[in-house]
């Protein structure tokens, strides 16, 4: 069984990374982990979904094949050029929402509904605004986080940042953790239904 081989890959994708590689995109998802998504988003009926992230749309494009009919998801990132191109990838489907904001800010003003699956694949929501996205997911619900192990783009110092991250989730009482060192590096956790 070869983990690089992914059948049934979404429509968008090779679209996707092919604008990817034209405008220079330096910060492209792995397929394992939107594989992975694709997996964990379709297991949930009626999904609300968040993304913090968004760049140029790899990750959504797995996690909108995995949506159900009546799912949906929020895309966050704060570049407006990425965003417009998003967009226009995504613009007849109904269930995807991209929001240009500063995530930080827009998860400390949130108040909607609470989440099904989080992706943070940004700085907010992974390493800033930690307790107030973990509080933003409902029971039995997932977290997940990648590029956990190692980056060739870590600037220096990250390392020690990312383990301080992992040691901290590992104190969490409310969430069940498993560790993967898979793909980029992938941390999953699920909100205890009784904590």
């Known amino acids: 069984m070869l983990d690089t081989l992914i059948p049934k890959k979404p429509k ?15 910060m492209p998802s792995d397929e394992l982990t ?13 999904a609300n979904i968040l993304e913090l992230g968004t760049g140029v749309g ?27 191109l998003v967009q226009d990838f995504f613009k007849e489907d109904a269930r995807v929402k991209i929001i240009c904001d500063d995530g930080g800010q827009w998860i400390r003003n949130y108040s909607g ?13 992974k390493y800033s605004e930690l307790e107030e996205i973990l509080d933003l997911i409902v029971p039995g619900g997932f977290y997940l986080i990648d590029d956990m192990v190692r980056q060739p783009n870590w600037p220096d110092g990250h390392d020690k940042i990312a383990n301080q991250l992992i040691s901290k989730l590992e104190t969490r ?4 953790m498993t560790k993967m060192n898979w ?13």
């Open 12 to 26: 968008t994708l090779a679209q996707i990374q092919s604008k990817s590689q034209e405008i220079g995109f330096t």
């Open 34 to 46: 939107g594989a992975l998504l694709r997996t964990l988003v379709a297991s949930k009926l009626n």
């Open 58 to 84: 790899l990750s959504l494009s797995w996690i909108v094949d995995g949506l159900g009919q009546h799912s949906k998801v929020t895309s966050i990132d704060n570049d407006p050029s990425l965003v417009t």
């Open 113 to 125: 509904t609470k989440f099904d699956l989080i992706f943070a694949d940004a700085w907010p929501g």
């Open 173 to 176: 009482d409310d969430f069940l």
């Open 183 to 195: 793909s980029t590096g992938i941390i999953m956790m699920t909100k205890k239904v009784d904590p």
